[in-house]
């Protein structure tokens, strides 16, 4: 259950980004954060799923917001006339003219405002669409390494939320970015006929501004990375007590867990508290030098009007636009938090994809193998999780020098000690684990020759875990495929499960619930078997496929599973060394090779490990 990437339990281990990069992406530690790109790089990969699936939407979206933001100036423009003509003349148009002009620049104003959130919310829709598909759809395929990388939390997390919230954010960003700076450049055009020169000088503070939105943006994202991974870590540790809940009462580990939580809790606190701090710094910065800006050129004018004969509208018209200009001005300023917040929170989702390559296969297809299976000299090696012997990413040795021929038809059962390597042994074969070093060769062609679908159709699986999909009974033993009923209901019969399942209500149409959790481990396994049955491959692979049986379905799912064993290559490991004495051949293996290997009654002549294994286990039963 858990990841290869966590080591919350052993917070003092060295630390090793270089070999699993996911390690370093830690809450509180910014220095292993990979080197930070700018906002425009990185805005740069997510904008394509924005523009490339809503072009239209964003045209019309764009079209409104310039309409909405020429009304502004309309305002002050009024205004200034109405002063100048002490209210007394309109200009020739009658006096209702005016009233109604406000109203009617109100409508237009409403009506972009909303075209453009539409124009906007369709694409940051289109977007959360297009990269939910695109990351699922890469899940689905992706390199194993996905798996041990991430949480399954965090990838869940990823797609459902975090891409939904940055999306959201974005587009509210573009919308104040694009609306408020056509704003504000509307406000400053009309303040630029107004009276040039005092514009000027307001304008020279903008670069100030530029260069405090900068500062503060670098750190928001800092923090919103380090935000993000800290949710990750909480809804990790609310995941692993889910799944573990009957363990962590028994033990009495509540105590313990919920100091986990808490630490993880406080930290996103104080994440928050920090990213929300940094943010709102902007606002007071900003309207402080707005009234810097405000206080000189009242200065300015007062000075100039004793001078000059500027009228009051036109003093008017420019203090009412400047003080408008404040609220986009704060807007454009406010918009760093949730830009960059957005723009991470995508990003991530994409870089979990893209980090991890998508599995690829050779060409071969060549329908139904035979089913002769080779391993020359096959070494694996895994990158170690924290532990105490051996440090993470330090690479640990579960098979050496692996070589054995197993014939099409045959079966071969693998005896050893838990640890041996027999799982991985087996996990070689559908490419669940790639080999370090050797070759692996079906019908006389390495595995790596096949495409993906054409190696694994080749072998059905029963193991320990059996994992059940929250479906029907048949849908969950014809995975994959349409279900044939007859087949199902002879599948179920083989695996001696079709009496308890027609009693189910519904009988094969049954829902399973949630992982099955309603079915014994038996029943559970059974079903396993029955989906082998369906699958009908030429390679069989029972990894502990009955342990979890009583001894008497268990020499009922024998029966069965020696039915479907006949014309297939079976690889076989057990644990209960009685139910192995019929394979052709024992593979017994100890640290990763084998050490000896022939027929159950030769192994037990020669008195070697199998010999003692099977003493240890007759003699405790
Ligand atoms: N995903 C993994 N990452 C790191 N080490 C692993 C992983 N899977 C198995 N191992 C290690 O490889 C060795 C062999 O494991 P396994 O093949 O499951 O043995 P068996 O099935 O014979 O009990 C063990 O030492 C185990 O700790
Ligand atoms: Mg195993």
Not at 476 to 493: F, I, M, S, T
Request: hydrophobic share 45%.
């Amino acid at each position: 259950m858990r990841p290869a990437c966590r080591s919350t339990s052993h917070p003092q281990a060295p630390d090793n980004a270089r070999s699993c990069p996911f390690r370093g992406r830690r809450p509180g530690r910014f220095a292993a954060l990979p080197s930070m790109s700018t906002l425009k790089q990185r805005l740069a990969r997510v904008i394509p799923y924005f523009r490339d699936n809503s072009r239209g939407a964003l045209a019309l979206a764009c079209a409104a917001m310039v309409v909405a933001a020429a009304t502004e100036p309309a305002i002050p423009y009024i205004l200034k006339h109405l002063l100048n003509s002490g209210f007394k003349d309109t200009a020739g148009l009658p006096i209702w003219s005016v009233p109604l002009a406000i109203v009617v620049l109100f409508v237009i104003r409403g009506m972009s405002w909303w075209v453009s959130s539409y124009g906007l919310t369709k694409a940051s829709q289109n977007a959360v669409l297009a990269v939910r598909e695109h990351m699922f759809a890469h899940m689905l395929r992706a390199a194993p390494a996905l798996f041990t990388r991430n949480s399954a939390s965090s990838i869940t997390n990823n797609i459902v939320y975090e891409i939904q919230t940055g999306a959201n954010l974005l587009m509210g960003s573009v919308q104040i970015l694009i609306r408020d700076s056509l704003t504000a450049l509307f406000f400053v055009g009309y303040l630029l006929i107004l009276n040039w020169r005092l514009t000027l000088f307001v304008v020279v503070l903008f670069p100030i501004v530029g260069y405090l939105v900068r500062v503060v943006s670098k750190r928001l994202h800092k923090l919103n990375v380090a935000g993000q991974n800290a949710t990750d870590e909480l809804a990790y540790v609310v995941e692993e007590n889910v799944l573990a809940w009957r363990i962590v009462r028994l033990h009495g580990a509540a105590r313990q867990e919920q100091r986990r939580f808490d630490n993880s809790s406080r930290l996103m606190r104080s994440l928050n508290i920090k990213q929300q701090a940094s943010g709102s710094l902007m606002t007071p910065i900003t309207q402080v030098l707005a009234s810097f800006a405000l206080a000189a050129v009242l200065w300015m004018a007062l000075a100039e009007s004793t001078r000059s004969h500027g009228t009051p509208g036109d003093f008017i018209a420019f203090i009412t636009c400047m003080l408008l200009l404040i609220q986009p001005a704060k807007h454009l300023s406010d918009v760093m938090a949730p830009l960059t917040r957005g723009t991470a929170a995508m990003e991530r989702g994409l870089d979990m994809m893209e980090l991890v390559p998508v599995e690829s296969g050779g060409k071969l297809a060549p329908g139904r193998v035979k089913g002769d299976i080779e391993f020359r000299e096959v070494g694996l090696r895994y990158t170690a999780r924290d532990s105490d012997e051996a440090p993470d990413g330090t690479l640990v040795a579960a098979l050496s020098d692996v070589s054995l021929t197993i014939r099409a038809g045959e079966t071969v059962a693998f005896v050893g000690p838990s640890g041996a390597g027999k799982t991985s042994l087996v996990n070689l074969l559908p490419r669940f684990v790639e080999p370090t070093s050797g070759d692996i060769l079906i019908d006389g062609a390495p595995i790596r020759d096949y495409t993906m679908d054409a190696l694994r159709t080749q072998f059905a699986l029963v193991s320990q875990d059996v994992v059940l999909f929250n479906d029907s009974v048949a849908a969950n033993v014809a995975l994959g495929a349409d279900a044939d009923r007859a087949r199902v209901r002879d599948a179920l019969a083989g695996a001696n499960l079709l009496d308890f399942v027609l009693t189910m209500p519904g009988g094969i149409d049954a829902q399973i619930g949630h992982n099955g959790t309603q079915l014994s481990g038996g029943q559970r396994q059974r079903l396993a078997i029955a989906r082998a049955i369906y699958k009908d491959a030429p390679i069989l692979i029972l990894d502990e496929a009955t342990s979890a049986l009583d001894s008497e379905s268990e020499r009922a799912v024998q029966a069965a599973l020696e039915v479907l064993m006949k014309g297939r290559t079976t690889l076989v490991i057990a644990h209960r060394l009685s139910t192995i004495e019929h394979a052709d051949r024992v593979v017994a293996m100890d640290h990763g090779r084998i050490v000896e290997q022939g027929p159950h009654a030769a192994l037990l002549a020669s008195g070697g490990l199998y010999a003692r294994l099977h003493a240890m286990q007759f003699r405790g039963a």
